[in-house]
């Protein structure tokens, strides 16, 4: 079958026929367009939107606009814009070098441009895509993508885990514990779990995760179904695997995707 094409494009306020074409062109096709107007330009463009309805129409902005201090703020005028129209149709978040404050190359920079601009919108509802177009390597960038949604609470694909800091109380190594329970846990979709240092203030802090893992003593640590502590100061050689026994216990264990073998 032949696959659905976006079409991306930007127009200006002088474009209201090449606009209408463009609806036309996709329409007769079967495929889509995703319209990149600036606020500014909108209004100039209302008639022919209003005219042409939501159908096949997607959009977006791939900078930020003379208005906004913040991509943030285009995007909500855009928003706003569609809102006003009553034209309910898709927005695309396009996270690019355009959008981004700082455009540091790093992949941290990346990841916090990005975190601000799809995290916050989709926080206020706004977005029906994202795209992390700063980040070439396509699947760094939909892992990426991925850790924003989940971050957003838009669309949860993986474990959830929740840390504490650490500090002087801390009953064991929490860096290496996390990375070890990570590895053993981090396929199941949508269970939150915490790990939390120390019972003084583990337990207040963990959140609403489903279950915990808290130090309870030296060498001893307590397990939590949510806010219910249900297995007290087990030795800690023991505790990944008691912790494993109880997410499958609650029926939210399921087997990790087998390795595929390598090709020779
Ligand atoms: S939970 Fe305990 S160990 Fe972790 S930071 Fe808080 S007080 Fe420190």
């Not at 036309?24 to 330009?41: T, W």
């Not at 695309?92 to 601000?116: H, Y």
């Not at 893992?213 to 640590?221: R, T």
């Amino acid at each position: 079958s032949k696959g659905k094409l976006v079409l991306v494009r930007k127009f200006t306020a002088a474009e209201a026929a090449t606009l209408a074409g463009f609806i036309d062109l996709v329409r007769r096709h079967g495929h889509a367009l995703a319209a990149e107007i600036s606020p500014d330009h909108f209004p100039a463009l209302e008639d022919v939107l209003r005219e042409a309805g939501p159908d096949s129409l997607i959009f977006t902005l791939s900078i930020r606009t003379t208005d906004s201090a913040h991509a943030i703020g285009s995007y909500r005028r855009l928003t706003e814009n569609l809102r006003t129209l009553g034209l309910n149709a898709p927005i695309w978040i396009r996270n690019t070098a355009g959008t981004a404050v700082l455009g540091d190359p790093s992949f941290l920079s990346k990841l916090l441009e990005a975190s601000f601009l799809s995290g916050s919108l989709l926080c206020d509802g706004v977005g029906d895509f994202i795209s992390i177009e700063t980040e070439a390597d396509p699947v760094r960038a939909t892992k990426l993508a991925y850790n924003v949604l989940q971050g957003a609470g838009a669309r949860i694909s993986k474990t959830e885990f929740v840390a504490c800091p650490s500090c002087g109380r801390t009953l064991f190594d929490l860096q290496t514990t996390t990375q070890r329970i990570r590895a053993q846990t981090g396929h199941l979709k949508g269970v939150k779990i915490a790990i939390m240092g120390c019972i003084v203030n583990g337990p207040g802090e963990m959140a609403d995760a489903d279950f915990g893992y808290v130090g309870g003593a030296p060498g001893k640590i307590n397990l939590y179904v949510g806010k219910n502590c249900v297995q007290y100061n087990i030795p800690q050689a023991e505790a990944d695997a008691r912790l494993i026994a109880l997410i499958r216990e609650h029926g939210k264990w399921v087997d990790p995707d087998p390795v595929p073998a390598a090709a020779t």
